[in-house]
């Protein structure tokens, strides 16, 4: 009976020590690499490696692309607690080239002595120039995949080097954070686009229509949002870009827009600035046989803001009745612009007249969503705007 | 079709690994019968030769029974025998007490001067008062006491003196007068420590069970509280007793706490917790199935919600049963204080017994497990101050919480006036030590102190106690499966909770099983308008609280 | 009565019961599983008629049961159709059972496996899983009736949570336009919503467990309604925060729709992890009904002690679902089951009532 138990007691140990001594997946958040930010760019031949590279004996490298990630934060050599004394970045940025994006990212582990991981990675930045090579599809594939990176990512685009915009010359500022935190400025500016996430990535990429995406300008070492590129369809590449005002004029049209103004001169060439309060669109597909052609209407709310015109009295109706014809007429020609690029000279739709075909008019869609932008090309856009200024601040001159 | 399902047939690899699914559970099978046999073993108490001992009585032979006496007491030290003579007469007559137990003054004014020199009457009448006579002459006539009861039996005179009773015994009665009753020392009533309040009586229970169940009866009058003694303990017997409301508690389960009383067999009962651990449900469980307090307001409100108290003689600890688990997370002041704070309070008690149970293994799945779910800056932040430090997290954490249940131990231990300076020094120092030494990150202090703290704020100190004990083991849990760890250390918590029961009563009442009326008194103390009746759970004879 | 000794459940802990025993994998897969066949936003509409389909079948499930007061599928089978074939059809349900056993528990891994603990053996998984699911069991089904009854609430709050959560990147347009291909898609969704709700038919084992089987109906709809209200919410808001075209992208939607927003400032920024945890202990739940009513059924069908028919579905639980090698075998595997589910509706309860039909009514026998 006793010499049982001991054989049982004896059996239960060295089950549990064999449950103890299996922590498999344990791995403490210290010895792991946090990544922030992606940038890949066209590969660079960087040739002092190449040599060394093959005077070390590797075959030769054909490198198609070049990855940057941005690590937070960087590993400190015991120095806690006097961190504020050395003016180091709160960054590291790590550039690797190789073929395939997965590659790029098991290359890190060559370099580096800790595993990258991406459950933190905010921001991806794709350059232009390699979107021109390879459709988004094939380059955002693995971040689509992979179990780490959150769905939750937002997606960008660089003019020139993706890998600029993961720099800047602000010591304290993480870019990658930096980008992201722009993306909330919306409500104040509208030519910021709603940020674009990997999860609607995912869907704009699987209805083979085209888009556009923010790009991120590296001004002086400092990032900005400029503009935005379109990203065609049909073929998943980037095809041309549009400016700030561009993208304030789509959100005019999709009505998505959060604030912002617009800016005019008055009769004397003075400036008058209109804060934009609310904004409203509604795009009204109009069928006949085989011919599609919009209406857009928009409304908008908004505040007279800022006047440089002495001789103005905004708080009289007339004036303000005048202002207003002014601030449509200036926008009017901004839309007449952003719809004269799309339909002439990119031919693409990226300001949603598809999607309210396909909600009001699902048949005919169906027709036509496999050539929309050609079909939108030629079709016809008309608008009416009606902006209403319904107060002028705390001054009335 | 047939090679294709060969393909489908897994490799020996996981046949070995079903076996060993199998094989784990039938070992901690047997492991659990084994110890439950082992511990579990509530043998009933053989049935007591229920033949009285011999009769022996008492002659009325002075010297005969003066020998006898000193032959079986004499040993003791403390036995006195103080030999006198009546006055007026030659009558020997003999007091046997035991030093210490009795009142002096009572014994000298009221008997041995009453005796030795009061003349207790005319010489003539002497003689004749023999016998019976005389007993009776000195309880009508002569000796100013309450009550004087008698004994007959040599055997309850040896026992009743050695209970503290002073015996008289005069040459000729073949009787004793105990004419002193025991005074045993007491102390004075003081706050409870274990349970104080704010707001609530500041009276505790004492070692004396008279006292305590006077305290009961003191709470206010009824004639319905029913207040039964038995004695308990093979050699060294003590008075135990059961306080119930006979209107209101459910007759099956006074039988049943009556029957498992009866059931005890031990030849010493030293505190109420030995009563607690012989009449429990399930002796491998973690978790308490028997309520213990200080404090008769809380003893008298369960005797209202239809449950049974056990108060046992020489401890201030009564016991209530049932108890289930969200009772012990409840205090008296959550029903003295308006309902609004107290409901808060309550909930406060909930957060602090999760808090205080899973936060460590939570620390662990996440800083080990699963950096992806944690906020990022948050993320990055841990990251930063972890840098640095050599060990896992379960290591980590291990070394910072049994140095605080060191502390703890220790400040129990402590003399009153270093204990809290010890604490700061303990808490305080060997943190910050700890951390500026980069074994701990800073971080963890936090968590380890919110544990702590948390574990604390639970009104039952031994239910803190289950808590912290269990907090080891979901670390280890997490420690293996990270937040899976975790998950599955909360369902099989879960599981044994449902399957645990504290005299017939499931554990983890009201929530499951649900009983809706009751959830008015759990996570929320309703308005006392709204508690209209007794706890369903209980299954009272008297379901309405108010007439 | 003090304690109690009849191991009997309440009508609400048999709703709950059911529920449990339904919402299991699908809640992550069924957004996807559907979307694939019906290609239109109109997926809300097969589940929805899905489960109009499926509260009739429990219907004549409970009503079947109801026959025969406290005896279950494997015990009235045998009664209605003989010993043998009673038998084997009731022999058949316990194989279905167990595997949708392993299947659940198998999903329960991949996913875990995936997003949590990426290097851990899937042993290391499946066996605490299964030890604390039979821990469990052994208690009865009064103590598995309880444990769900704590773990549902805490489900149901969480997931609204999330799903409220979400709303910020719910856009109803992605929900629109309604029957744009007109009504045939969403028929064609219906076969595969009706596969979601596979192992309704613990009701056959539940109803005999319960204190008032006269409640049985109500208690049974109810408790297929709550994870059909569940699955809707769910098919809706994926659909709203994702998109269709998204939808049928993702491998997990349900997991992707709360990895694709982050609450800046709330405790939890990332709400996939109260997700996982609740979905954890709903699988489990899920695992720990079909555990008991497969060894239930066996004990029944072939008279052997609970304890040890507990003790021996262990190992072949863990074979069940040990069985797929792939992520695609796991998923064909759930298929199988559904068409399985139909099978298994028309063999025992439709079967079983007919038969029951006729000898009652036709040949005025008495069963």
Same mark, same amino acid.
């Given at each position: 009976?006793?010499?049982?138990?001991?054989?049982?007691?004896?059996?239960?140990?060295?089950?549990?020590?064999?449950?103890?001594?299996?922590?498999?997946?344990?791995?403490?958040?210290?010895?792991?690499?946090?990544?922030?930010?992606?940038?890949?760019?066209?590969?660079?031949?960087?040739?002092?490696?190449?040599?060394?590279?093959?005077?070390?004996?590797?075959?030769?490298?054909?490198?198609?692309?070049?990855?940057?990630?941005?690590?937070?934060?960087?590993?400190?050599?015991?120095?806690?607690?006097?961190?504020?004394?050395?003016?180091?970045?709160?960054?590291?940025?790590?550039?690797?080239?190789?073929?395939?994006?997965?590659?790029?990212? $098991?290359?890190?582990?060559?370099?580096?002595?800790?595993?990258?991981?991406?459950?933190?990675?905010?921001?991806?930045?794709?350059?232009?120039?390699?979107?021109?090579?390879?459709?988004?599809?094939?380059?955002?594939?693995?971040?689509? $995949?992979?179990?780490?990176?959150?769905?939750?990512?937002?997606?960008?685009?660089?003019?020139?080097?993706?890998?600029?915009?993961?720099?800047?010359?602000?010591?304290?500022?993480?870019?990658?954070?930096?980008?992201?935190?722009?993306?909330?400025?919306?409500?104040?500016?509208?030519?910021?686009?709603?940020?674009?996430?990997?999860?609607?990535?995912?869907?704009?990429?699987?209805?083979?229509?085209?888009?556009?995406?923010?790009?991120?300008?590296?001004?002086?070492?400092?990032?900005?949002?400029?503009?935005?590129?379109?990203?065609?369809?049909?073929?998943?590449?980037?095809?041309?870009?549009?400016?700030?005002?561009?993208?304030? &004029?789509? &959100?005019?049209?999709?009505?998505?827009?959060?604030?912002?103004?617009?800016?005019?001169?008055?009769?004397?060439?003075?400036?008058?600035?209109?804060?934009?309060?609310?904004?409203?669109?509604?795009?009204?597909?109009?069928?006949?046989?085989?011919?599609?052609?919009?209406?857009?209407?928009?409304?908008?709310?908004? $505040?007279?803001?800022?006047?440089?015109?002495?001789?103005?009295?905004? &708080?009289?109706?007339?004036?303000?009745?005048?202002?207003?014809? $002014?601030?449509?007429?200036?926008?009017?020609?901004?839309?007449?612009?952003?719809?004269?690029?799309?339909?002439?000279?990119?031919?693409?739709?990226?300001?949603?007249?598809?999607?309210?075909?396909?909600?009001?008019?699902?048949?005919?869609?169906?027709?036509?969503?496999?050539?929309?932008?050609?079909?939108?090309?030629?079709?016809?856009?008309?608008?009416?705007?009606?902006?209403?200024?319904?107060?002028?601040?705390?001054?009335?001159? | 079709?047939?090679?294709?399902?060969?393909?489908?047939?897994?490799?020996?690899?996981?046949?070995?690994?079903?076996?060993?699914?199998?094989?784990?559970?039938?070992?901690?099978?047997?492991?659990?019968?084994?110890?439950?046999?082992?511990?579990?073993?509530?043998?009933?108490?053989?049935?007591?030769?229920?033949?009285?001992?011999?009769?022996?009585?008492?002659?009325?032979?002075?010297?005969?029974?003066?020998?006898?006496?000193?032959?079986?007491?004499?040993?003791?030290?403390?036995?006195?025998?103080?030999?006198?003579?009546?006055?007026?007469?030659?009558?020997?007559?003999?007091?046997?007490? %035991?030093?210490?137990?009795?009142?002096?003054?009572?014994?000298?004014?009221?008997?041995?001067?009453?005796?030795?020199?009061?003349?207790?009457?005319?010489?003539?009448?002497?003689?004749?008062?023999?016998?019976?006579?005389?007993?009776?002459?000195?309880?009508?006539?002569?000796?100013?006491?309450?009550?004087?009861?008698?004994?007959?039996?040599?055997?309850?005179?040896?026992?009743?003196?050695?209970?503290?009773?002073?015996?008289?015994?005069?040459?000729?009665?073949?009787?004793?007068?105990?004419?002193?009753?025991?005074?045993?020392?007491?102390?004075?009533?003081?706050?409870?420590?274990?349970?104080?309040?704010?707001?609530?009586?500041?009276?505790?229970?004492?070692?004396?069970?008279?006292?305590?169940?006077?305290?009961?009866?003191?709470?206010?009058?009824?004639?319905?509280?029913?207040?039964?003694?038995?004695?308990?303990?093979?050699?060294?017997?003590?008075?135990?007793?059961?306080?119930?409301?006979?209107?209101?508690?459910?007759?099956?389960?006074?039988?049943?706490?009556?029957?498992?009383?009866?059931?005890?067999?031990?030849?010493?009962?030293?505190?109420?917790?030995?009563?607690?651990?012989?009449?429990?449900?399930?002796?491998?469980?973690?978790?308490?199935?028997?309520?213990?307090?200080?404090? #008769?307001?809380?003893?008298?409100?369960?005797?209202?919600?239809?449950?049974?108290?056990?108060?046992?003689?020489?401890?201030?600890?009564?016991?209530?049963?049932?108890?289930?688990?969200?009772?012990?997370?409840?205090?008296?002041?959550?029903?003295?204080?308006?309902?609004?704070?107290?409901?808060?309070?309550?909930?406060?008690?909930?957060?602090?017994?999760?808090?205080?149970?899973?936060?460590?293994?939570?620390?662990?799945?996440?800083?080990?497990?699963?950096?992806?779910?944690?906020?990022?800056?948050?993320?990055?932040?841990?990251?930063?101050?972890?840098?640095?430090?050599?060990? #896992?997290?379960?290591?980590?954490?291990?070394?910072?919480?049994?140095?605080?249940?060191?502390?703890?131990?220790?400040?129990?231990?402590?003399?009153?006036?270093?204990?809290?300076?010890?604490?700061?020094?303990?808490?305080?120092?060997?943190?910050?030590?700890?951390?500026?030494?980069?074994?701990?990150?800073?971080?963890?202090?936090?968590?380890?102190? %919110?544990?702590?703290?948390?574990?604390?704020?639970? #009104?039952?100190?031994?239910?803190?106690?289950?808590?912290?004990?269990?907090?080891?083991?979901?670390?280890?849990?997490?420690?293996?499966?990270?937040?899976?760890?975790?998950?599955?250390?909360?369902?099989?918590?879960?599981?044994?909770?449902?399957?645990?029961?504290?005299?017939?009563?499931?554990?983890?009442?009201?929530?499951?099983?649900?009983?809706?009326?009751?959830?008015?008194?759990?996570?929320?103390?309703? #308005?006392?308008?709204?508690?209209?009746?007794?706890?369903?759970?209980?299954?009272?004879?008297?379901?309405?609280?108010?007439? | 009565?003090?304690?109690?000794? =009849? =191991?009997?459940?309440?009508?609400?802990?048999?709703?709950?019961?059911?529920? =449990?025993?339904?919402?299991?994998?699908?809640?992550?897969?069924?957004?996807?599983?559907?979307?694939?066949?019906?290609?239109?936003?109109?997926?809300?509409?097969?589940?929805?008629?899905?489960?109009?389909?499926?509260?009739?079948?429990?219907?004549?499930?409970?009503?079947?049961?109801?026959?025969?007061?406290?005896?279950?599928?494997?015990?009235?089978?045998?009664?209605?159709?003989?010993?043998?074939?009673?038998?084997?059809?009731?022999?058949?349900?316990?194989?279905?059972?167990?595997?949708?056993?392993?299947?659940?528990?198998?999903?329960?891994?991949?996913?875990?496996?995936?997003?949590?603990?990426?290097?851990?053996?899937?042993?290391?998984?499946?066996?605490?899983?299964?030890?604390?699911?039979?821990?469990?069991?052994?208690?009865?089904?009064?103590?598995?009736?309880?444990?769900?009854?704590?773990?549902?609430?805490?489900?149901?709050?969480?997931?609204?949570?999330?799903?409220?959560?979400?709303?910020?990147?719910?856009?109803?347009?992605?929900?629109?336009?309604?029957?744009?291909?007109?009504?045939?898609?969403?028929?064609?969704?219906?076969?595969?919503?009706?596969?979601?709700?596979?192992?309704?038919?613990?009701?056959?084992?539940?109803?005999?467990?319960?204190?008032?089987?006269?409640?049985?109906?109500?208690?049974?709809?109810?408790?297929?309604?709550?994870?059909?209200?569940?699955?809707?919410?769910?098919?809706?808001?994926?659909?709203?925060?994702?998109?269709? =075209?998204?939808?049928?992208?993702?491998?997990?939607?349900?997991?992707?729709?709360?990895?694709?927003?982050?609450?800046?400032?709330?405790?939890?920024?990332?709400?996939?992890?109260?997700?996982?945890?609740?979905?954890?202990?709903?699988?489990?739940?899920?695992?720990?009904?079909?555990?008991?009513?497969?060894?239930?059924?066996?004990?029944?069908?072939?008279?052997?002690?609970?304890?040890?028919?507990?003790?021996?579905?262990?190992?072949?639980?863990?074979?069940?679902?040990?069985?797929?090698?792939?992520?695609?075998?796991?998923?064909?595997?759930?298929?199988?089951?559904?068409?399985?589910?139909?099978?298994?509706?028309?063999?025992?309860?439709?079967?079983?009532?007919?038969?029951?039909?006729?000898?009652?009514?036709?040949?005025?026998?008495?069963?």
């Amino acid at each position: 009976m006793y010499r049982g138990n001991q054989i049982k007691v004896g059996s239960a140990l060295l089950l549990s020590a064999c449950l103890l001594s299996g922590c498999w997946s344990s791995k403490e958040i210290e010895d792991q690499a946090i990544y922030t930010g992606l940038a890949l760019d066209v590969g660079t031949e960087d040739k002092e490696k190449i040599k060394q590279m093959e005077q070390l004996g590797s075959p030769p490298m054909e490198n198609v692309l070049t990855g940057t990630i941005q690590i937070v934060p960087q590993k400190s050599f015991g120095s806690r607690g006097n961190a504020s004394s050395n003016q180091q970045k709160p960054y590291v940025n790590s550039v690797q080239s190789g073929n395939s994006v997965f590659e790029i990212m $098991r290359m890190y582990s060559l370099i580096r002595d800790r595993p990258v991981i991406g459950h933190h990675l905010k921001v991806i930045v794709l350059s232009t120039d390699l979107l021109k090579k390879y459709a988004i599809d094939q380059l955002l594939d693995f971040t689509l $995949r992979d179990n780490d990176i959150r769905p939750s990512c937002l997606v960008f685009l660089a003019r020139g080097q993706a890998a600029e915009a993961m720099t800047m010359n602000q010591p304290a500022d993480v870019p990658s954070f930096h980008i992201k935190d722009m993306e909330r400025n919306r409500f104040r500016n509208n030519k910021i686009m709603k940020g674009i996430t990997l999860t609607n990535l995912n869907a704009l990429m699987n209805t083979k229509q085209s888009y556009i995406l923010q790009t991120i300008a590296s001004v002086k070492g400092k990032d900005e949002f400029y503009g935005a590129g379109i990203i065609k369809g049909k073929t998943g590449k980037w095809i041309g870009n549009l400016d700030s005002n561009d993208v304030a &004029s789509i &959100s005019w049209i999709r009505g998505t827009g959060q604030g912002g103004l617009i800016k005019t001169l008055d009769e004397r060439d003075q400036i008058i600035t209109y804060e934009i309060k609310s904004m409203k669109s509604k795009i009204i597909p109009k069928v006949k046989g085989d011919s599609v052609s919009f209406h857009v209407e928009i409304k908008s709310k908004g $505040r007279l803001i800022e006047n440089w015109d002495a001789e103005q009295n905004f &708080s009289k109706v007339p004036y303000l009745k005048a202002a207003e014809k $002014r601030f449509e007429r200036k926008l009017a020609s901004e839309i007449q612009t952003i719809l004269d690029k799309m339909q002439s000279r990119y031919k693409v739709d990226v300001s949603g007249f598809g999607k309210q075909l396909s909600l009001s008019h699902p048949q005919v869609w169906k027709k036509v969503k496999d050539d929309w932008d050609d079909v939108f090309s030629r079709s016809s856009v008309t608008f009416t705007i009606d902006l209403t200024i319904t107060d002028y601040g705390s001054s009335t001159g | 079709m047939w090679s294709k399902a060969v393909n489908y047939v897994p490799e020996w690899k996981t046949w070995v690994e079903a076996g060993l699914t199998l094989l784990a559970p039938l070992v901690m099978r047997r492991l659990s019968t084994t110890l439950r046999t082992w511990v579990g073993k509530r043998s009933p108490q053989e049935p007591q030769a229920s033949t009285a001992p011999p009769s022996d009585p008492l002659t009325g032979d002075f010297q005969a029974e003066k020998a006898r006496l000193k032959q079986q007491l004499g040993r003791n030290s403390d036995v006195h025998f103080r030999e006198f003579e009546l006055a007026g007469s030659q009558t020997p007559a003999m007091l046997v007490f %035991v030093e210490g137990m009795q009142n002096e003054d009572l014994i000298c004014n009221q008997v041995l001067k009453m005796l030795m020199q009061e003349p207790l009457c005319t010489e003539g009448e002497l003689d004749q008062l023999s016998g019976q006579h005389l007993g009776s002459y000195l309880q009508d006539r002569l000796l100013p006491l309450p009550g004087i009861p008698e004994v007959t039996e040599l055997l309850e005179l040896k026992r009743s003196i050695l209970s503290g009773y002073t015996a008289l015994l005069i040459e000729g009665l073949p009787r004793a007068f105990l004419v002193g009753t025991p005074s045993p020392r007491t102390r004075a009533i003081t706050e409870p420590t274990s349970e104080a309040l704010l707001r609530g009586s500041r009276v505790g229970f004492t070692e004396m069970i008279s006292e305590n169940t006077a305290m009961l009866r003191q709470q206010g009058r009824t004639d319905d509280m029913v207040i039964e003694s038995f004695e308990v303990g093979s050699r060294i017997q003590r008075t135990l007793a059961i306080a119930y409301m006979s209107e209101i508690v459910n007759p099956d389960l006074l039988k049943e706490v009556k029957d498992r009383i009866a059931a005890i067999n031990m030849d010493f009962l030293a505190e109420s917790g030995y009563i607690e651990q012989l009449i429990e449900d399930n002796p491998l469980s973690p978790f308490q199935q028997v309520q213990n307090t200080e404090r #008769p307001d809380r003893t008298i409100s369960a005797l209202l919600e239809g449950r049974v108290a056990i108060l046992l003689e020489g401890s201030p600890f009564a016991l209530l049963v049932p108890v289930t688990f969200t009772m012990l997370i409840q205090s008296p002041e959550d029903y003295f204080e308006r309902w609004l704070p107290g409901s808060l309070l309550r909930m406060l008690r909930f957060l602090a017994a999760f808090l205080s149970l899973m936060t460590p293994s939570l620390y662990i799945s996440f800083i080990s497990f699963h950096p992806g779910l944690l906020p990022t800056e948050l993320a990055i932040t841990i990251a930063e101050t972890r840098q640095g430090v050599p060990f #896992p997290s379960l290591i980590e954490i291990l070394i910072l919480e049994i140095s605080i249940e060191i502390l703890r131990e220790a400040g129990i231990r402590l003399p009153k006036p270093i204990g809290p300076a010890m604490g700061i020094v303990g808490g305080l120092i060997i943190g910050e030590a700890a951390v500026q030494a980069g074994i701990v990150s800073p971080m963890l202090v936090i968590i380890v102190a %919110v544990t702590a703290i948390s574990s604390f704020a639970i #009104p039952m100190y031994s239910a803190g106690i289950t808590l912290r004990m269990l907090r080891f083991i979901a670390m280890l849990f997490a420690s293996v499966l990270g937040m899976l760890g975790t998950i599955l250390f909360f369902l099989l918590l879960c599981s044994h909770m449902t399957k645990l029961k504290s005299f017939g009563v499931p554990y983890v009442t009201p929530v499951s099983p649900f009983r809706f009326n009751d959830w008015k008194d759990l996570f929320i103390r309703a #308005p006392l308008p709204l508690m209209r009746h007794r706890p369903n759970m209980m299954k009272t004879e008297d379901k309405k609280r108010r007439s | 009565m003090f304690t109690r000794t =009849d =191991d009997k459940i309440t009508s609400t802990q048999a709703s709950i019961f059911l529920t =449990d025993a339904v919402l299991g994998a699908g809640i992550l897969t069924l957004p996807r599983g559907v979307t694939e066949i019906v290609k239109t936003p109109d997926v809300w509409l097969s589940i929805l008629f899905g489960g109009v389909v499926i509260i009739l079948v429990v219907f004549i499930m409970t009503k079947l049961s109801q026959q025969f007061v406290g005896k279950t599928v494997f015990q009235y089978a045998k009664r209605i159709v003989g010993r043998i074939p009673g038998g084997i059809l009731t022999s058949l349900l316990v194989i279905y059972f167990i595997v949708i056993c392993g299947f659940e528990v198998r999903v329960l891994a991949e996913v875990t496996m995936y997003f949590l603990l990426e290097g851990t053996p899937i042993w290391g998984i499946l066996m605490p899983f299964i030890w604390v699911s039979s821990y469990l069991i052994l208690g009865g089904i009064n103590s598995i009736a309880r444990v769900f009854q704590i773990i549902f609430p805490i489900s149901i709050f969480i997931l609204i949570i999330a799903y409220i959560l979400s709303t910020r990147i719910f856009d109803i347009n992605n929900l629109r336009p309604v029957l744009s291909n007109g009504i045939m898609p969403v028929f064609s969704g219906l076969k595969s919503t009706i596969l979601v709700y596979t192992g309704c038919e613990v009701v056959m084992v539940l109803v005999a467990h319960m204190q008032h089987p006269k409640q049985a109906v109500r208690a049974m709809i109810t408790g297929i309604s709550i994870p059909l209200t569940l699955y809707f919410i769910t098919v809706v808001m994926v659909i709203g925060g994702m998109s269709v =075209d998204a939808v049928q992208r993702s491998t997990w939607p349900t997991i992707d729709l709360l990895r694709s927003f982050e609450i800046a400032g709330l405790f939890f920024e990332r709400f996939e992890f109260p997700f996982l945890v609740i979905w954890m202990m709903q699988l489990f739940c899920n695992f720990t009904s079909f555990f008991y009513s497969s060894s239930l059924g066996i004990s029944q069908i072939f008279g052997l002690p609970f304890r040890s028919t507990v003790f021996g579905l262990m190992p072949v639980l863990f074979l069940a679902a040990s069985i797929p090698q792939r992520i695609n075998d796991v998923f064909s595997l759930g298929d199988y089951i559904g068409y399985a589910s139909l099978g298994m509706f028309v063999l025992v309860p439709v079967l079983l009532s007919i038969v029951l039909l006729i000898r009652k009514k036709g040949l005025k026998q008495h069963v």
